[in-house]
């Protein structure tokens, strides 16, 4: 079963309004999350993060917030534009001590298709 | 800036044959990841590694293994390709140890085992 779900496949949006980019989780031990962009025929590359003790992290036009008892984070994107059309997948991990390298491993969404209208 | 290259952007393999991806990153970072990406399934982890020879199992590794003998390089090896392995195999590389810092992507490689 996934750990990480985004349970809309796409997202259509006019050029200027805002995007919202939903992600759930089921496992409780994740603490740090991120949001990663894909173009066709590009790999992912990262976005934006956020640590659970915090509720929110801005970035310019791009902000996530986290709700940790919904297990429950988003991305919005005030105004879209063209150049955001492409797939976003969130991702989860478990921060582990030195010994424990399941730090380093990150569970991703099946992610979301934006596509911003001109 | 970081550069994550694959050895090829496409590739078609008959089922049964010995398939070998290829990885390499220019930063001397520590983990190195392979992922495939299947529609509606989003990234799933095969295998990663944190160190050279040392490799941990991912979420998928069944029918794969890897191979890490340089820091920079990471392989991929399909032993017996079969036609449920057609996919985008996505490599990527990170620099810390522990955190669960940003991971850098190569472009793909997309398989088709006939």
């Known amino acids: 079963d996934q750990q990480v779900k985004q349970n809309s496949p796409s997202l259509s949006v006019q050029e200027g309004r805002i995007s919202i980019l939903n992600c759930d989780y089921t496992?409780?031990?994740?603490?740090?999350f991120l949001w990663y962009k894909k173009y066709p025929a590009e790999g992912p590359t990262f976005l934006i993060s956020i640590s659970s003790i915090k509720d929110k992290n801005e970035d310019g036009r791009f902000t996530v917030f986290l709700n940790k008892s919904a297990k429950h984070l988003s991305l919005h994107i005030v105004p879209s534009q063209p150049g955001d059309s492409a797939v976003y997948f969130c991702?989860?991990?478990?921060?582990?001590?030195?010994?424990?390298?399941?730090?380093?491993?990150?569970?991703f969404g099946g992610g979301t298709r934006l596509m911003v209208k001109p | 800036d970081v550069k994550v290259t694959q050895s090829s952007r496409y590739l078609v393999k008959r089922t049964g044959e010995k398939v070998f991806l290829e990885c390499v990153q220019d930063?001397?970072?520590?983990?190195m990841f392979w992922y495939r990406q299947d529609p509606g399934l989003g990234l799933r982890l095969i295998y990663f590694s944190y160190d050279v020879k040392m490799k941990e199992k991912g979420d998928i590794p069944e029918g794969y293994s890897v191979s890490r003998e340089k820091k920079e390089r990471f392989s991929l090896i399909l032993e017996s390709a079969s036609t449920n392995q057609t996919s985008m195999y996505l490599c990527?590389?990170?620099?810390?140890?522990?955190?669960?810092?940003?991971?850098?992507f190569g472009p793909g490689t997309r398989l088709t085992v006939l």
């Open positions: 991702a989860a991990s478990v921060l582990g001590g030195y010994s424990n390298n399941a730090g380093n491993m990150l569970t």
């Open positions: 990527a590389s990170s620099l810390q140890r522990v955190r669960p810092d940003t991971q850098y």
């Open positions: 930063m001397d970072h520590e983990n």
């Open positions: 496992n409780s031990m994740f603490d740090y």
